[in-house]
């Protein structure tokens, strides 16, 4: 799943060099169980704050409830979609 413009300009923000290149990657590979691709990712990157560890611990983690991570992520209410406005800009 390929990773939206500005869920990768954020983890170009939060992540460096190889470790965003890593993070994007992870993130194209995450499996994602039809769910919004764009709000998964996000809430892998939310979730992990800038800590590469955790967003390994937050992919895996998708494998065995995702419904975890929209939690650990701030997106698993009703408002998702402000919530990644707000917090990835809107979309272009």
Request: overall charge negative; proline content about 2%.
């Amino acid at each position: 799943m390929s990773v939206s413009e500005r869920v990768a300009a954020r983890v170009r923000r939060d992540f460096r060099g190889d470790e965003a290149d890593e993070v994007l990657g992870r993130l194209a590979g995450a499996f994602t169980d039809n769910q919004d691709v764009e709000r998964m990712h996000a809430a892998v990157v939310l979730a992990a704050a800038g800590d590469l560890a955790a967003v390994r611990s937050q992919v895996r983690a998708l494998r065995v409830d995702w419904r975890d991570v929209l939690m650990a992520g701030g997106v698993g209410h009703g408002d998702w979609p402000e919530v990644l406005d707000r917090e990835f800009g809107p979309v272009s």
